[in-house]
Nanobody, 128 residues
């Protein structure tokens, strides 16, 4: 059974850091790219970061470039999102999703239908 389970969210002050985890079961991380998305209720979903299935390429949204880092641990079948210098506008539900390697470079445009698998998310709130 395929599952993606996120954790690591919480309430933090601006300027602080969080590390999100996405534990994958049912397939290996070297088979599919994984992206982190975030969404606030009533607003459009935003692609935050993506890592290719082989791990040699990473991609970031302009809004998080230089502050967020995506990585993965093949042995633990886990993808991480290190978030530094958090801002209030980073507050959202963050979820990870897997999709076809053929559309890795189009990761920010991946729709819900284009996601092969996704988790439910973990809530991040950045507030003083």
């Amino acid at each position: 059974q395929v599952q993606l389970v996120e954790s690591g969210g919480g309430l933090v002050q601006p300027g602080h850091s969080l590390r999100l985890s996405c534990v994958v079961t049912g397939f290996t991380l070297d088979s599919l790219p994984i992206a982190w998305f975030r969404q606030i209720s009533g607003r459009e979903r935003e692609g935050v970061a993506c890592i290719s299935n082989r791990g040699e390429d990473t991609y970031y949204a302009d809004s998080v470039q230089g502050r967020f880092t995506i990585s993965k641990d093949i042995a633990k079948n886990t993808v991480y999102l290190q978030m530094d210098n958090l801002k209030p506008e980073d507050s959202a539900n963050y979820y990870c999703a897997a999709f076809s390697p053929l559309i890795t470079r189009l990761w920010q445009s991946v729709t819900e239908k284009g996601m092969l698998h996704r988790g439910k998310g973990t809530l991040v709130t950045v507030s003083a």
